[in-house]
C-alpha cells in the first residue's frame, strides 16, 4: 500500500503553488495526528473527517461551498495511508480539478451510505469527526450504518484540530487578506465621501456591497451592517429604510473576501459636527482599542488583551455598554481562532490575525464600535487596516 506521504507525491506531480502550499499542510497535519508507529494518535483516531467547509478547503484547495448547515459539499477523508474527498455529483467535476492529490469519491444517496464502504477500505477503526459541524441527526445516520454493515469503528469527538494549523498565517495567506482589507477600504472611502443625510442604511449597506463585488471581491465576508441612530445601539442590527441624520452615530462593518480570505472592519462616522456626546464616546472607543493593540504580543493572554480594553471603558463611565467580546481570529472564515474576549484565554502567537473591536452601546442614543484587523509580530501588533479615525 502506498504510504501517505508517497501519494502526496504521486497525485501532486503536476502542482501549482497552491498545490505546494497544500502538499505542506497535508504532511504537518499526517505526521502532527497520526506520528504513532503503532498508527495510534495523540487525538485517539486512526482517520480525521473533515466537514467543516473552510477546514476542507485549507487542507484539498476544493472550494465547493455549503448552502445551508444541512446540506454538505462533501467531506475529507484523511489517515497515514489515504485520503479521499467524498462529494456529490454536483461537484464531482470541480473536487477533481481543485484538488488533484485526493481520490474523489462520489456519493448518490447521501454521504453517510457511503461512509462504510470509504472506511473499510481506509481501514479505519477509530474516526475523528468535527463536532461543531456533526449534527444529531447526522451521527444517527452514520451509526445506522455502522450498526447495519455490522463496522466496529468507533466514533471520536475533535474539536478545532484544523482550525488550530489555520491559526496562524503565511506569507501567500496574509497577501490575500491584505487585498481583502485594500478592496473593502477603498470601496468604504468611496460610498462614505458620497453620503447624504436622508439616505436609507440599507441603500448605503447595498453600495458597499456592490462596490465590493465590482472591485473584484468573490463576495462579502458577511452580510454589511449599517445601522444609524439609536440602531447602532445594537451591535449586529440589519440594515432598514430608517434615514440618517446630521450628528447621529453611523455605525458601519463590512468586510470582502478575495481569494477565499475575508476582512472585517468597522468604523462610526457622524455627518455634520458631531455632538458633545458622541465625541466623548467616540474617544472611549478609540483609546480603548489603541490600548489594546499596544498590548498584542507573542506570549501574552488575550483576556489581558480584553481585559485592558474593558477596564478602560469602564473607568470611562460606561461599565456594562460593551458587551461582546474585544476580538476574533479571520481568514478563510470570518469569525476564527483565536476568541480575544473574556471567557476562553488563548496565548498570542506570531502570525495570528485578529480584530479588535471595542464598542460602547447606549439604547435610545446609539452606539459606536471601531474595529482594525492585526497581525502579530515579533515586536507586537501590526495594524494591518489604513483607514484613518477622527481625533476630537
Not at 476544493?62 to 445551508?68: A, C, I, L, R
Not at 469527538?157 to 477600504?185: H, P, W, Y
Not at 483609546?287 to 470611562?316: C, E, F, L, T, W
Request: net charge negative; aromatic share 8%; proline share 4%.
Amino acid at each position: 500500500m502506498e504510504t501517505f506521504y508517497d501519494a502526496i507525491k504521486i497525485k501532486g506531480k503536476d502542482k501549482t503553488g497552491l498545490n505546494n502550499i497544500i502538499e505542506k499542510r497535508l504532511i504537518k497535519l499526517r505526521e502532527s495526528v497520526f506520528h504513532d508507529k503503532e498508527d495510534k494518535s495523540e487525538y485517539g483516531i486512526d482517520t480525521l473527517m473533515v466537514l467543516i467547509e473552510e477546514n476542507r478547503r485549507y487542507l484539498s484547495g476544493f472550494t465547493g461551498e455549503d448552502t445551508q448547515f444541512d446540506e454538505s459539499a462533501g467531506a475529507l477523508f484523511i489517515n497515514k495511508d489515504r485520503f479521499i474527498l467524498a462529494t456529490d455529483s454536483r461537484f464531482t467535476e470541480q473536487a477533481e480539478k481543485e484538488a488533484p492529490m485526493f481520490e474523489i469519491v462520489c456519493y448518490k444517496e447521501g454521504l453517510a451510505k457511503e461512509l462504510p464502504e470509504i472506511l473499510q477500505k481506509m481501514g479505519t477503526k477509530k474516526l475523528g469527526f468535527e463536532t461543531i459541524r456533526m449534527t444529531y441527526y447526522q451521527y444517527k445516520k452514520i451509526s445506522e450504518q455502522f450498526d447495519l454493515k455490522n463496522l466496529d469503528i468507533e466514533l471520536i469527538e475533535t474539536e478545532n484540530l484544523v482550525e488550530n494549523f489555520r491559526v496562524c498565517k503565511d506569507i501567500t495567506e496574509m497577501q490575500k487578506i491584505r487585498n481583502a482589507i485594500s478592496v473593502a477600504e477603498s470601496v468604504f472611502t468611496d460610498v462614505t465621501g458620497r453620503l447624504e443625510p436622508g439616505m436609507t442604511e440599507s441603500k448605503i449597506a447595498w453600495d458597499i456591497e456592490k462596490g465590493m463585488r465590482e472591485a473584484g471581491a468573490e463576495s462579502c465576508s458577511f452580510a454589511t451592517i449599517v445601522a444609524s441612530g439609536p440602531n447602532s445601539a445594537m451591535p449586529h442590527a440589519i440594515p432598514g429604510n430608517r434615514k440618517i441624520k446630521n450628528g447621529e452615530p453611523v455605525l458601519i462593518d463590512w468586510g470582502a473576501k478575495i481569494d477565499d480570505y475575508c476582512s472585517d472592519t468597522t468604523r462610526t462616522i457622524v455627518l455634520g459636527e458631531p455632538e458633545d456626546r458622541f465625541k466623548k464616546v467616540y474617544m472611549a472607543v478609540y483609546d480603548a482599542q489603541r490600548m489594546a493593540i499596544d498590548a498584542v504580543k507573542p506570549g501574552v493572554s488575550s483576556k489581558k488583551i480584553d481585559s485592558i480594553a474593558r477596564n478602560h471603558i469602564n473607568k470611562k463611565g460606561f461599565e456594562g455598554k460593551f458587551g461582546h467580546g474585544l476580538g476574533h481570529g479571520i481568514g478563510l472564515a470570518v469569525h476564527e481562532p483565536p476568541r480575544v474576549g473574556p471567557l476562553k484565554d488563548t496565548i498570542i502567537e506570531e502570525g495570528m490575525v485578529f480584530t479588535i473591536e471595542p464598542g460602547i452601546y447606549i439604547p435610545g442614543w446609539g452606539g459606536i464600535r471601531l474595529e482594525n484587523m492585526v497581525e502579530v509580530q515579533k515586536e507586537g501588533a501590526e495594524v494591518l487596516n489604513n483607514l484613518g479615525f477622527y481625533k476630537f
